[in-house]
């Protein structure tokens, strides 16, 4: 809002929607917690797993970077950190609220397996929203075209684009997921005797 008050520039008002998006995932994981019907909460949990690519994919938003060009570029640079930033910590919430759904009612071993497969899910639904330029809600508008795309992707040579794009950012979030929760975890402080 800054940006378009000094500029009257609305060129990034796409990360708005983008960030909105990001949103989703967390909002149907946390519902799918507060549901007692089995088939409810695994439709809940299936369309969180489908939305959550859309909070790691604020990260490629940075090739928007200076598209617009009026403003500071230390303004924009803050200004696209602070939504891919938003969209990693959208992520590290939504994959904790999903093992806990999964692990209270199915069994922590399932929730353990989802921990492993989530990342390469995320960085398969980047792939598609960012290089093949699908969107979320295109499984349900467009089911046979989409599932007709990723046959050709899957049967072709793009398969080895897909595969790097996807070890790459899936890659990228799993490490993102590591650091914070390392940093989250409580850390023995051990006082010197002789300093009492």
């Given at each position: 809002m800054i940006r378009i008050f000094l500029e009257w520039e609305m060129v990034?008002?796409?990360?708005v929607w983008n960030l909105f998006?990001?949103?989703?995932?967390?909002?149907?994981?946390?519902?799918?917690?507060?549901t007692n019907k089995s088939y409810a909460s695994i439709s809940l949990?299936?369309?969180?797993?489908?939305?959550?690519?859309?909070?790691?994919?604020?990260?490629?938003?940075?090739?928007?970077f200076r598209m617009g060009s009026r403003i500071n570029l230390w303004f924009d640079m803050v200004l696209f950190l602070s939504y891919a930033f938003s969209?990693?910590?959208?992520?590290?919430?939504?994959?904790?609220?999903?093992?806990?759904?999964?692990?209270?009612?199915?069994?922590k071993r399932l929730s353990s397996a989802f921990h492993i497969l989530i990342f390469p899910i995320i960085g398969c639904g980047i792939y598609v929203g960012r290089i093949e330029r699908w969107n979320s809600w295109d499984v349900f508008i467009h089911p046979f075209h989409f599932?007709?795309?990723?046959?050709?992707i899957i049967f072709s040579s793009q398969i080895v684009d897909l595969l790097s794009f996807c070890a790459l950012f899936g890659g990228f979030s799993a490490l993102f997921y590591i650091l914070i929760k390392r940093i989250q975890q409580p850390h023995d402080v051990h006082i010197n005797p002789k300093l009492k």
């Amino acid at each position: 809002m800054i940006r378009i008050f000094l500029e009257w520039e609305m060129v990034y008002l796409f990360l708005v929607w983008n960030l909105f998006l990001a949103w989703l995932p967390l909002f149907f994981a946390q519902l799918s917690s507060k549901t007692n019907k089995s088939y409810a909460s695994i439709s809940l949990i299936g369309l969180s797993v489908l939305f959550l690519p859309n909070a790691s994919y604020l990260v490629t938003d940075l090739v928007h970077f200076r598209m617009g060009s009026r403003i500071n570029l230390w303004f924009d640079m803050v200004l696209f950190l602070s939504y891919a930033f938003s969209g990693l910590m959208l992520t590290i919430y939504t994959i904790d609220a999903l093992v806990r759904v999964i692990a209270n009612m199915y069994s922590k071993r399932l929730s353990s397996a989802f921990h492993i497969l989530i990342f390469p899910i995320i960085g398969c639904g980047i792939y598609v929203g960012r290089i093949e330029r699908w969107n979320s809600w295109d499984v349900f508008i467009h089911p046979f075209h989409f599932l007709s795309e990723m046959y050709q992707i899957i049967f072709s040579s793009q398969i080895v684009d897909l595969l790097s794009f996807c070890a790459l950012f899936g890659g990228f979030s799993a490490l993102f997921y590591i650091l914070i929760k390392r940093i989250q975890q409580p850390h023995d402080v051990h006082i010197n005797p002789k300093l009492k």
